[in-house]
Each structure stands twice: as structure tokens, then as C-alpha cells.
């Protein structure tokens, strides 16, 4: 199935008629559900908060960030952002409860002086990302990581044609509620989620190279001949075990 942007920018594809089109699909409804509960379970907030929905739509995670119990931690105050007017108009005529601004994030994110944010130790982001290969996957982390993010893609149901990848940002304090306070302080103890971190390749206790196996050998080798040594050439008997002989 092709997407949207393939062909025109969203706030030209969604015009009044996809946007009502788009706002009143079950099937739409319900993923926009399913990926609002996921991502709110991503950001774990104790407590109602002050959110900004980027690329709001029609407000459909929106009303659920505002229907939330003081149980789940709700309901949470929130600003919506989009690119499309006419999505927002269903917005508005739905009288969504949060504040909706007409932007695009990409160029300047607007003040909301309705509202104020107090000052945090920490913060945390959680959005839906839609890379087409490996390598917009490194772009896409690699970026966060160069502007000073803690980042991490999230990926549910890999391999199948449900699967969803959530991008998931952290800032501020090296630890949040005892946890580190980057992206694998974030995953840590979810169910079904297992953290493969580069950070920790070839680093000792790491798991990733044993010492004395091959790669171990070919990365002292390495090491040895930086430092200008003379060392014996890697071959298919490197690292191997030797047989005892009698």
C-alpha cells in the first residue's frame, strides 16, 4: 500500500474530504488507539502531563489523552500540531479538548502562552517513525543521538505486515526513576522487548566478543598492528582449537 507523502504532501492529500474520510474509518480508529496506548505506555507517565501531539490529525489520540482515568494517569492536557487544515477543522467540529496550532515542525514550533511548562529534570518523546530500510533506521537514530537525544527504535511485531516502529527520545537526567535515563533505561523490563545496544559491542562483559575466539584474536591482531608490530596473518585456523596429540 502505497503512502500519502509518495505522491503529495500531506497538507495538500488531505484535503476535507480524506481527512473526513480518514476521521471516520474503524480501521483507523482503532490503530490510532492501539499506537496511543503503546506510545503512552512507552512514555510512562505517573501523572497527568502537558503533551504535544505532533501531527495531530483530527484529534483521534488526542480524545484518548483526554479520556484517560487519574488510574492510568490521566487525562493529560495536550496541544495538537498539524500540517493539514482541514484535518484540524474535523478537529474542531468534533471539540476536541486540546489546543490546536496549524505548523509544520519541521520549519519553528510556536509558543502556546495559554499554557506553561515547568521546568524538569528529564523529558521524554514517543512517535510513530515510518523508515523504509536499515539504513533510514541509522539515520533516523543518528540524528536524535547528533542533536543530543538519548534515542531508540522500538519495533513491535517485526517481520509482519502489522509491524510498527516507535522512535522513542530522552533528555535531561542520566537517571529517571531509578532507571538510566536513555533509551535502554526506558525499555528496561517490558515485556517481549529485547535491547540490542551498539554501544556495548566489543566491550568487555559485554557478551558480544569472547575472549579468546576468533574475532577477540583479529581485533588484538588489529590493535597490534596500529601500534606498528609485525603479526601473524588472520586464516581459517585462526582461533581455532588445537587437538591434543599423543
Excluded at 165 to 177: I, N, P
Aim: aromatic letters at 4%; proline letters at 4%; a neutral charge.
Amino acid at each position: 500500500m502505497s503512502r500519502p507523502e509518495d505522491t503529495l504532501s500531506a497538507d495538500v492529500h488531505y484535503d476535507d474530504t480524506e481527512a473526513r474520510k480518514y476521521t471516520t474509518s474503524s480501521r483507523i480508529q482503532n490503530i490510532q488507539a492501539s499506537m496511543t496506548h503503546r506510545a503512552l505506555e512507552l512514555l510512562d507517565l505517573p501523572s497527568p502531563s502537558l503533551i504535544l501531539d505532533v501531527g495531530c490529525g483530527s484529534g483521534l489520540s488526542g480524545e484518548i489523552l483526554s479520556s484517560l482515568s487519574p488510574e492510568e494517569g490521566g487525562p493529560h492536557v495536550w496541544i495538537g500540531m498539524d500540517v493539514s487544515a482541514s484535518m484540524l477543522d474535523v478537529a474542531l467540529q468534533r471539540d476536541v479538548e486540546g489546543d490546536l496550532l496549524l505548523a509544520d515542525i519541521g520549519q519553528e514550533c510556536p509558543s502556546a502562552p495559554e499554557h506553561s511548562m515547568p521546568p524538569s529534570a528529564s523529558a521524554r518523546s514517543n512517535g510513530c517513525a515510518m523508515p523504509r530500510n536499515n539504513e533510514q533506521k541509522k539515520m533516523i537514530t543518528g540524528a536524535a543521538v547528533k542533536a543530543g537525544f538519548g534515542a531508540g527504535l522500538l519495533e513491535d511485531d517485526p517481520d509482519t505486515k502489522n509491524a510498527k516502529l516507535y522512535l522513542v527520545l530522552t533528555v535531561g537526567a542520566a537517571v529517571v526513576d531509578g532507571k538510566s535515563g536513555d533509551i535502554t533505561g526506558v525499555v528496561q523490563g517490558m515485556e517481549g522487548v529485547d535491547v540490542m545496544d551498539a554501544r556495548n559491542r566489543g566491550k568487555a562483559g559485554s557478551g558480544e566478543i569472547k575472549k579468546g575466539s576468533k574475532a577477540w584474536i583479529v581485533k588484538k591482531k588489529e590493535q597490534m598492528e596500529r601500534k606498528g608490530k609485525v603479526v601473524k596473518a588472520t586464516s581459517k585456523y585462526t582461533g581455532r582449537k588445537r587437538r591434543v596429540a599423543f
